[in-house]
């Protein structure tokens, strides 16, 4: 079993963030179908429920979200806290929400804006503060970024019934502005409508 520290801005924070990997040393190895699991301090919520109500209200609107439990964190015999157990999000989560993970899975991080950058898939590919803004989870051998560049282009080039007629045929919307409206909700400022970081995007 891999362990490891997650997240950038919190590794000199008292309350780590955790992720467990299974398979990091036996690639077909997991844990009752689970491959990762993701510890969450949740150290900017002192009630520790938000995140968690906010994953149960995305799964209430039928939209893909992660499972999550409460979980006391011992290591070692030590007890480290309250911690909030979250599904990783990889090609066993789109199989098992979508019935396939052979699409292009991205994980975006600021400054994923879904603004123009230019007609060539290699455009969306740049790289900010070493590491890809929009990066395939899946697929990573064909590193194919045509889709993504078909969504840019249509959100960034077409107004109108022509931008309508377009994006309903590249985005499920009604999914979509339930989302938005979780964030809302939930005041979730690290996403697509906060500062553009920390969301994902799959073709089924």
Excluded: C
Aim: aromatic letters at 14%; charged letters at 25%; zero cysteines.
């Amino acid at each position: 079993v891999g362990l490891r520290f997650r997240g950038d801005t919190i590794r000199n924070k008292q309350k780590k963030y955790f992720r467990i990997s299974f398979n990091s040393i036996d690639a077909n190895f997991d844990l009752h179908g689970i491959e990762k699991m993701d510890l969450n301090a949740e150290i900017n919520d002192p009630s520790l429920v938000r995140s968690k109500l906010g994953w149960e209200l995305f799964r209430y609107l039928g939209v893909p979200g992660s499972r999550s439990n409460h979980v006391l964190l011992y290591i070692n015999n030590e007890f480290y806290g309250v911690y909030l157990n979250t599904e990783h999000i990889d090609e066993r989560f789109v199989k098992s929400r979508f019935d396939n993970n052979d699409g292009n899975l991205y994980r975006n991080l600021f400054p994923a804006d879904l603004v123009y950058l230019g007609a060539s898939q290699d455009d969306y590919k740049y790289k900010y503060d070493g590491r890809r803004a929009y990066a395939l989870r899946t697929n990573e051998d064909w590193d194919d970024y045509g889709d993504l560049t078909d969504l840019i282009t249509t959100l960034n080039q077409l107004n109108g019934e022509q931008l309508k007629g377009e994006l309903e045929q590249l985005i499920n919307v009604q999914q979509f502005l339930k989302a938005m409206a979780v964030d809302v909700m939930s005041g979730n400022w690290d996403g697509y409508s906060g500062v553009k970081n920390n969301y994902y995007l799959y073709r089924d």
